[in-house]
C-alpha cells in the first residue's frame, strides 16, 4: 500500500459510518484516507474471532437499521453482505413458561390469547400505531435536520418539509406522533395491555443502549429507534449479517476501496491539526502526519472535540455544548462459544422461536427496578438481557454442531460504584465476573444448562467498550437517544448539519443525526454535506 | 326549574375564576360546589391545620385583570426566601437570583444559580405567553385565531428576540431533564436539591425524568417568586369569591351535580344529587375529565374518547402533613419566619426520593417543602408537602400508613432541624387517595393530570380535546386538567371561560 502525504478527505476511524462516508467519496472522486485505530475496521460493527473455531458479532449483533438506499449506492450485496431475517422471540418465566413472539399474525394471536385475550384483541391497534410512526419519521433518517434559528433557504426548506409531513398527518394523528415522540414505553404499553409478561417481552426495544427506564418520558422514541429499519422491506424485522456484524463494515470497505480508497489500520489519531480556524489534516499516535482540506471524525463528539481538538481553537460556548452532551454508558454484552445448544426445558421441540431474541424480564417493574439499580451505579441485579444464538441460522459462526450466543445487557453502568467512589476504572476482574454470574444466573430461568455449555466466553463491560471501540463510556449510540439531543439538537444546537466551528472538520458518526445503530445514516448524511460544501450533488438514492 | 347562562361546577381556583370571569361578562352563572366551602384541592383542609396549597408561585396576574381587581390583589403576598437544608448546618438561603450560605458566606456556585435564574425566568415568561392563550388550533372563530396567531407570533419574536444561540439553547433546555441541567452548572448538594426539588413538585417524575425542565420553568413563568398569601390560602380563595359574588355570580356549596343534563347533542343544565335541575345552555365543569364525562354519560363520546380520558395519567404524588409545634422551631443565621424550607440535600436524593413510588410505596427519604403560614401564632402550624407519597400505596392508605408517614416526615425534616421532634404537639395527614375523594380527581393529582409533554398543549387532557369544549356541545373543561394546567394560578378557568364566551359570541 502506497501512502500519499495529503489526501481530498481524511477520514478518522473505520466504524461503518466513517467507512460509509469515505465509500460516498470515494465514489464522488474524492481521494480518500481512512485512519483507524485498531488493527481491524467496523468499530461496534466488527465481526472477530477470539477463539478458534468461532466467530462473534463483538458489539453490535443483529441487524435492520442499514439504510436500503445505502445498501444499493454502495453495491453491499456485491461484496457479500446478505442478511438474513430471524423470526420471533421469546420471553421465558420463572415458572417455566414463555410468551413466544411469531411474525406470523395468526400463530402470535394464539400465543397472546393463551395469557391474555384482551391483548391478543389489542395487539394489532399497537403494532399499527407504532407503524405509523416508522413510516412517518423513515423519511427524515437521510435528510437533514433543519436549525430552527436559521433563515437559510435550505433549514427552511427542511423545516418546510418538516411542516408538511406533519400537515399531512391531520391534526389527529399529529397530536398522536407528539404524544408517542414524548412518552414512555411503559406508559404506551400500559394503554394497550395488561399482561405484565407481554408487556415484558415488548418494553425491551425501549430501553436498549439508554439511560434511561421503561417508565421515563422519551422511551417510546427509543422504542422507534428500533423499529424504524427493516429487511427486504419488512418494516421493523431484523436479521442476522452472515459472518457477523463484521460482514456489513467489510462490504463497505471493499466498496470503499474498490473505488480508489485507502485504509490505514493501526493508526489512532492523536489530534486534528488545524490552522487559521481551518481544518488541515491528522497527526497520528505514531507521529505520522497526514494533510487534507477536509477531514470527518467518525468518533464521537466528545472524543472528538474534546480529547483531539485544541480548546483553543473552538469557541468556548460550543465547548461547553459538547462537554453538556450525554453519552452515558448503560451496556454491557457477554459474547459465548457453546459446545453444543443449550436447552430450553420450556421450550417445545425444535420450537421456531428459539432462532429469535430470548429474554427474561418479568414485568415491566423488574425492567424499572433495572434502572434504578443502574442509577445507583450497580450492575442491575436482574437485567434486562436480549441473547440470540445466530449459529442456528448462519453456520459460519462456530463449528458444526457447536454454537455461538450473543447477549446484551441492560443495564450495567460506565461508573461502577465502590465504596464511595463511582468511575469506569472500578471495572476489574472481579467486577466482570461478578457482571457474567449476574447475567448467567438470568440466563439461567430460560436455558438451566448454560454454565456447563460455555466453552469461552467475552465479556464486555462500558469501560471496556469505550476502551476498545473508542465510545466515550460505552454508549452505543455516541451519545443518548433523548429529545434534547435528537434531530436539530443532535449533537449539539446549531450543528446538526455535519459541520463544525472548524472549517473543514465533519462528524460523521452516530453522534449526528440521526444518531447510532448499524444505521449509516450520519455517515452518508456527512458525505452529502462535504460535497454539498464543494457544490457537488451526491449521486445515488441516498442523495 | 331555575335558568342560567352559564353553570360551572366546582368552585376551586379555576372554577372561581371561570364563574367570575363569565359573570363580569353579563352572564347569568351558578357555580355549584359539592364541598360545603369554595377552594377545592387548594383549599382542602386535613383538619385544624392550614389548607392544602401554602404558597403562590404564578397566581395570574391576567386573572386579575380579567376579573377587575385593579392593580393589586385584596390580599398581601409576602415574597418569601427559601433554606436548601443542609445536614451538615451548611444551609443555603436563597432569594431570587441570590444564593448564600446561612453564616453569610458567599455560596461557591452562588454565580452559576444566578444565570441560571436569570435564564430560566427569562424562559419562563415566554412560556408564560402560551399559558394565556389556549393551545393552537380547536376550529375557534376567525377573531380568536387572529389573536391567538398574535400571541405566538409574540412568542416566536420574542424567541427571535434572543438571539440565535439562546434560541436553539431554549429549545434544548425546554426538553430536557433537570437533574442534567443543574449539574451541569454546579456540583451536587442541597442547592442542586432544591432546583430539582422544584422541578418534580407534584409530579409523578423524578428529576431524571425527561421533560421536567418544564415543569420547572411553568412555575417560573411569573418571575420565579414564591410567595406566602397572609391569611392563608382562604384569602385567596375569599378574593376570587368575592369577585364573583360581586359580579352577580350565585355560589351553591354543599351540592353536588349528579349528572350534566343534555338534550341531543347539547347541554342543557345539570341535576344536582337532590334532584334540582338547573338549566344553562353552557356548562363548565372543573372536574376531572373523566369524572365529567360520566356525569354526561359515556355514550356522548366516543370509544376512542373514553379510551383517551381512561388513559389520562393522574397519580397523585404528594401528602400534606401538618405539624402543630409547641413553638417555632430555630436555625442560627435564618429567619424562618418569612421562609420556605425546602429538604432536598441533594439532586440525588430527590431521584432516589422518587424511586419507592413506581413501585406504590412512599419514600423512606422524602422530599420536604414546609413553611409557617402564620409564624406569629403563639403554638404555630409548620405545613408540609411530602413527596413521595403515590396515589396507589401498596396495602393502601390505612391511618396506620398515615400515621408513619407523618413520623418520616418528621424525621427527614429532623436531619436538618434536630429540635424539632420534641416541638411537634400533633400531626394531620391528608394523602392523594383523600384528596382524590375530596375532589373527585382520581388520584390526586397537584395539577388533576400529571404534566408531561404527551399531556400538554393539544394533547391536554387528550388528543382532540386540547381546546375546552368537551363532547356534547355547550360543554367545557376548566379545571387544571386542560391547558395550560394545575397550581394556585386560574389560567385553566379563565381560557376555558374566554373560549365558551367566544364560542357564544
Ligand atoms: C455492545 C453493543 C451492541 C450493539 N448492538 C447493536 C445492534 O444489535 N444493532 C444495531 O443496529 N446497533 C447496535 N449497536 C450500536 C451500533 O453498533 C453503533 O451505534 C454503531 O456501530 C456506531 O457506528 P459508528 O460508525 O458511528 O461509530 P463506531 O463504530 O464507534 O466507530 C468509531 C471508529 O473510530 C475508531 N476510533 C476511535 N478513536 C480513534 C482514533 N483516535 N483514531 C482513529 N480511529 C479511532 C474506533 O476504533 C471505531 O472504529 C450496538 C453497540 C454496542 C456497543
Ligand atoms: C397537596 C397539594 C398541595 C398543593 N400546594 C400548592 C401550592 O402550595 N401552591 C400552588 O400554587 N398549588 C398547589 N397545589 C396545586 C393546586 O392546589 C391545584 O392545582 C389547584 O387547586 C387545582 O384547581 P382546580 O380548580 O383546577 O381543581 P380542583 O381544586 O380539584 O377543583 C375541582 C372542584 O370541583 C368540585 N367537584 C367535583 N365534582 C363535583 C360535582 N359532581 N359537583 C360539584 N362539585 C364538584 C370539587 O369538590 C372541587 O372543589 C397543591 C396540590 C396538592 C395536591
Not at chain 1, 67 to 83: H, S, T, W
Not at chain 1, 368 to 382: H, Q, T
Not at chain 2, 112 to 120: M, S, V
Not at chain 2, 343 to 372: L, W
Request: proline share 6%; glycine share 12%; net charge neutral.
Amino acid at each position: 500500500m502506497s501512502l500519499n502525504a495529503t489526501y481530498d478527505v481524511i477520514v478518522a476511524g473505520a466504524g461503518h459510518n466513517g467507512l460509509t462516508a469515505a465509500a460516498y467519496l470515494a465514489r464522488a472522486g474524492r481521494k480518500v484516507l481512512v485512519v483507524e485505530k485498531n488493527d481491524w475496521i467496523g468499530g461496534a460493527a466488527v465481526s472477530r474471532s477470539l477463539h478458534p473455531g468461532w466467530t462473534y458479532s463483538n458489539c453490535s449483533y443483529v441487524c435492520s437499521l442499514l439504510r436500503r438506499e445505502i445498501v444499493r449506492d454502495l453495491d453491499l450485496p456485491k461484496y457479500g453482505l446478505q442478511v438474513i431475517p430471524y423470526e420471533g422471540g421469546a420471553t421465558f418465566t420463572r415458572d417455566g413458561d414463555y410468551f413466544a413472539y411469531y411474525s406470523d399474525h395468526h400463530a402470535l394471536h394464539r400465543e397472546m390469547a393463551r395469557h391474555s385475550r384482551r391483548d391478543a384483541d389489542a395487539y394489532q391497534r399497537y403494532a399499527q400505531a407504532v407503524m405509523r410512526q416508522c413510516r412517518f419519521i423513515r423519511p427524515f433518517l437521510l435528510r437533514d435536520a433543519p436549525d430552527p434559528a436559521s433563515l437559510r433557504p435550505r433549514d427552511l426548506g427542511e423545516m418546510a418539509y418538516l411542516v408538511k409531513k406533519a400537515h399531512g398527518l391531520g391534526p389527529r394523528e399529529l397530536g398522536e406522533t407528539l404524544r408517542f415522540w414524548t412518552m414512555s414505553i411503559g406508559d404506551f404499553l400500559d394503554e394497550h395491555f395488561e399482561n405484565d409478561l407481554i408487556k415484558a417481552h415488548l418494553a425491551g426495544s425501549g430501553i436498549i443502549g439508554t439511560g434511561l427506564g421503561v417508565y421515563s418520558p422519551g422511551t417510546a422514541y427509543v422504542l422507534l429507534h428500533h423499529y424504524m429499519g427493516d429487511i427486504d422491506g419488512g418494516i421493523g424485522a431484523w436479521g442476522f449479517a452472515r459472518g457477523g456484524m463484521g460482514a456489513i463494515s467489510a462490504a463497505i470497505g471493499a466498496d470503499f476501496e474498490a473505488h480508489g480508497g485507502t485504509i490505514l489500520k493501526g493508526a489512532g489519531v492523536e489530534k486534528f491539526l488545524t490552522k487559521d480556524g481551518r481544518v488541515t489534516g491528522v497527526a497520528l499516535e505514531d507521529g505520522k502526519v497526514f494533510k487534507a482540506p477536509v477531514v470527518a471524525s467518525n468518533m464521537d463528539v466528545k472524543r472528538t472535540f474534546l480529547t483531539h481538538v485544541d480548546a483553543g481553537d473552538l469557541p468556548p460556548e460550543f465547548t461547553r455544548a459538547v462537554e453538556r452532551f450525554k453519552i452515558r454508558g448503560s451496556s454491557a454484552k457477554l459474547n459465548i462459544a457453546l459446545d453444543r445448544m443449550p436447552s430450553f426445558p420450556a421450550a417445545p421441540a425444535h420450537a421456531s422461536f428459539l432462532r429469535g431474541d430470548l429474554h427474561v424480564s418479568q414485568s415491566l417493574s423488574e425492567l424499572e427496578r433495572a434502572y434504578d439499580d443502574w442509577k445507583a451505579g450497580r450492575v442491575s441485579a436482574k437485567p434486562y438481557i436480549d441473547m440470540l444464538i445466530p449459529s442456528q441460522i448462519d453456520p459460519t459462526m462456530a463449528p458444526t454442531g457447536a454454537h455461538m450466543m450473543t447477549v446484551f445487557v441492560q443495564y450495567a453502568p460506565y461508573d461502577l460504584a465502590q465504596g464511595s467512589t463511582r468511575s469506569g476504572v472500578n471495572w476489574d476482574d472481579a467486577a466482570r465476573r461478578q457482571l457474567a454470574d449476574c447475567v448467567l444466573d438470568q440466563m439461567s430461568v430460560a436455558c438451566p444448562d448454560i454454565r456447563e455449555r460455555i466453552v469461552h466466553m467475552e465479556v464486555r463491560c462500558p469501560a471496556e467498550i469505550e476502551r476498545e471501540v473508542g465510545l466515550t463510556e460505552g454508549n452505543i449510540f455516541q451519545g443518548e437517544l433523548t429529545f434534547d439531543q435528537l434531530f436539530f439538537n443532535r449533537p449539539v444546537p446549531g450543528w446538526s448539519q455535519y459541520d463544525s466551528p472548524i472549517k473543514g472538520l465533519y462528524l460523521c458518526g452516530s453522534s449526528a443525526h440521526p444518531g447510532g445503530g448499524v444505521m449509516g445514516a450520519p455517515g452518508a448524511n456527512a458525505a452529502r454535506a462535504i460535497l454539498r460544501a464543494d457544490g457537488v450533488r451526491m449521486k445515488g438514492y441516498a442523495a | 326549574m331555575t335558568r342560567f347562562d352559564a353553570i360551572v361546577i366546582g368552585a376551586g381556583v379555576n372554577g372561581l375564576v371561570a364563574a367570575a370571569l363569565l359573570a363580569r361578562r353579563g352572564k347569568k352563572v351558578c357555580l355549584i360546589e359539592a364541598a360545603r366551602h369554595a377552594g377545592g384541592m387548594a383549599g382542602l383542609r386535613p383538619g385544624e391545620g392550614p389548607a392544602l396549597a401554602h404558597l403562590v408561585h404564578n397566581l395570574s396576574p391576567a386573572v386579575r385583570r380579567d376579573l377587575g381587581l385593579g392593580r393589586d390583589w385584596p390580599f398581601a403576598l409576602t415574597p418569601l426566601a427559601t433554606v436548601a437544608l443542609a445536614e451538615d448546618g451548611r444551609h443555603v438561603v436563597v432569594d431570587g437570583p441570590n444564593a448564600k450560605l446561612a453564616d453569610g458566606t458567599a455560596h461557591p456556585f452562588a454565580a452559576a444559580h444566578a444565570a441560571l435564574t436569570e435564564r430560566l425566568t427569562r424562559y419562563g415568561a415566554l412560556l408564560r405567553n402560551m399559558a394565556e392563550t389556549a393551545p393552537p388550533g380547536g376550529g375557534m372563530s376567525g377573531i380568536a385565531m387572529m389573536r391567538q396567531g398574535l400571541r405566538f407570533a409574540r412568542t416566536g419574536l420574542s424567541l427571535r428576540a434572543m438571539g440565535k444561540p439562546e434560541m436553539r439553547r431554549f429549545l434544548q433546555v425546554l426538553l430536557s431533564n433537570a437533574y442534567d441541567l443543574i449539574l451541569d452548572e454546579m456540583s451536587d448538594g442541597p442547592l442542586a436539591g432544591l432546583w430539582t426539588a422544584d422541578a418534580v413538585r407534584g409530579a409523578a417524575l423524578g428529576p431524571r425524568s425527561p421533560g421536567t425542565v418544564f415543569s420547572l420553568i411553568y412555575r417560573m413563568g411569573h418571575g420565579g417568586i414564591v410567595s406566602r398569601p397572609e391569611g392563608g390560602m382562604e384569602a385567596v380563595i375569599a378574593a376570587l369569591e368575592e369577585a364573583g359574588r360581586k359580579a352577580g355570580c350565585t355560589l351553591r356549596t354543599d351540592t353536588r351535580v349528579a349528572r350534566i343534563l343534555t338534550e341531543g347533542d347539547r347541554v342543557t343544565g345539570v341535576a344536582t344529587e337532590a334532584g334540582e335541575i338547573l338549566s344553562a345552555q353552557v356548562v363548565l365543569s372543573s372536574a376531572a375529565p373523566l369524572t365529567t364525562a360520566r356525569l354526561t354519560g359515556l355514550d356522548h363520546f366516543d370509544i376512542e374518547a373514553t379510551r383517551r380520558l381512561r388513559n389520562l395519567r393522574a397519580r397523585g404524588t404528594v401528602a400534606k402533613v401538618n405539624l402543630k409545634l409547641a413553638r417555632a422551631p430555630a436555625l442560627p443565621g435564618v429567619d424562618l419566619a418569612s421562609a420556605r424550607m425546602v429538604f432536598a440535600p441533594s439532586a440525588e436524593y430527590v431521584e432516589t426520593a422518587f424511586n419507592p413510588s413506581k413501585y406504590g410505596e412512599m419514600s423512606e427519604a422524602p422530599v420536604i417543602e414546609a413553611v409557617m403560614p402564620d409564624p406569629g401564632a403563639a403554638s404555630p402550624w409548620l405545613s408540609l408537602l411530602v413527596q413521595y407519597a403515590p396515589a396507589d400505596l401498596d396495602g393502601g392508605w390505612t391511618a396506620a400508613a398515615r400515621d408513619r408517614l407523618a413520623q418520616i416526615a418528621t424525621r427527614t425534616l429532623a436531619r436538618a432541624l434536630p429540635d424539632l421532634p420534641g416541638l411537634v404537639t400533633s400531626a394531620e395527614v391528608m394523602t392523594p387517595d383523600q384528596i382524590g375523594a375530596a375532589t373527585g380527581g382520581p388520584g390526586g393529582h397537584w395539577h388533576q393530570a400529571e404534566l408531561t409533554f404527551d399531556q400538554m398543549l393539544t394533547l391536554r387532557p387528550g388528543n382532540g380535546m386540547g381546546h375546552y369544549a368537551f363532547g356534547p356541545s355547550g360543554l367545557y373543561l376548566c379545571g387544571a386538567a386542560t391547558h395550560p394546567g394545575g397550581d394556585v394560578m386560574g389560567l385553566s378557568g379563565r381560557n376555558a371561560a374566554l373560549r365558551a364566551l367566544e364560542d357564544r359570541a
